[in-house]
T-cell receptor
C-alpha cells in the first residue's frame, strides 16, 4: 500500500450503532488530520494530531471520538450519530513543518 | 464566516484553451496557499502551491498567481486537457501550534474541459 488509505470506503449505520473509521498513512509523516465534507460545503477540519498528540479539536460533537495510537494510524470512532452527520470523511497526513497535506480516498458515511 | 471563497461553482472550457480558476481569502494571516484537484470517489490530490512571499509559481501546465493586496489567487491551466476535468479546491494554510498545518478550504470549482 502507498499513500494514505482509508477503510471502509462506504459505511451505512443506524443512529444507535457504534462504528469506527480507519486511516493509515505510508508516507512517514508525523501529523494526521480528519476532515468532513458535507454536500455543497467546503472541507471542514475536525481534528489534528501532531506526533500522536491531539492539537486541534474544531468544536466537534463528542459523538465523534478520534484515536491516534501511532504516527501511521488514525481512527474515528462513531456512536449515536445523527442523519446530518452523513458526509464524506477524509483523512490526511503531512510532515510537521511543511504545508502540503496528502489525502486518503475518504469514507462515504450514511446515517439512517 | 467563510475565510476562503471560490465564487464560481463551475467552469466550462474548450480543450486546448486556458482555464482560469479563482479564489479569494479574507484572513491576512494565511501564509501558504494550495490547489487540490478531486475526481469523483477519490480524495483531493495536491496540485500546486505558493508561499505568501511569492507572487507566481509554475509547474508544467499549471501556474498559480497570488495578489496579496487583493487577497486573491488564481490557477491557470494551459493548455487544458480532458483529463483536467475535476473539482478544484483552493486552500489556505495557517500555522497551528507545534507545526501541524490547519488548512481552510474553499467550496470548490467544477471544471469541465470540452473536446
Amino acid at each position: 500500500e502507498t499513500g494514505v488509505t482509508q477503510t471502509p470506503r462506504h459505511l451505512v449505520m443506524g443512529m444507535t450503532n457504534k462504528k469506527s473509521l480507519k486511516c493509515e498513512q505510508h508516507l512517514g509523516h508525523n501529523a494526521m488530520y480528519w476532515y468532513k465534507q458535507s454536500a455543497k460545503k467546503p472541507l471542514e477540519l475536525m481534528f489534528v494530531y501532531n506526533f500522536k498528540e491531539q492539537t486541534e479539536n474544531n468544536s466537534v460533537p463528542s459523538r465523534f471520538s478520534p484515536e491516534c495510537p501511532n504516527s501511521s494510524h488514525l481512527f474515528l470512532h462513531l456512536h449515536t450519530l445523527q442523519p446530518e452527520d452523513s458526509a464524506l470523511y477524509l483523512c490526511a497526513s503531512s510532515q510537521v513543518g511543511t504545508d502540503t497535506q496528502y489525502f486518503g480516498p475518504g469514507t462515504r458515511l450514511t446515517v439512517l | 464566516d467563510q475565510q476562503v471563497k471560490q465564487n464560481s461553482p463551475s467552469l466550462s472550457v474548450q480543450e486546448g484553451r486556458i482555464s482560469i480558476l479563482n479564489c479569494d481569502y479574507t484572513n491576512s494571516m494565511f501564509d501558504y496557499f494550495l490547489w487540490y484537484k478531486k475526481y469523483p470517489a477519490e480524495g483531493p490530490t495536491f496540485l500546486i502551491s505558493i508561499s505568501s512571499i511569492k507572487d507566481k509559481n509554475e509547474d508544467g501546465r499549471f501556474t498559480v498567481f497570488l495578489n496579496k493586496s487583493a487577497k486573491h489567487l488564481s490557477l491557470h491551466i494551459v493548455p487544458s486537457q480532458p483529463g483536467d476535468s475535476a473539482v478544484y479546491f483552493c486552500a489556505a494554510s495557517a500555522m497551528v501550534i507545534q507545526g501541524a498545518q490547519k488548512l481552510v478550504f474553499g467550496q470548490g470549482t467544477r471544471l469541465t474541459i470540452n473536446p
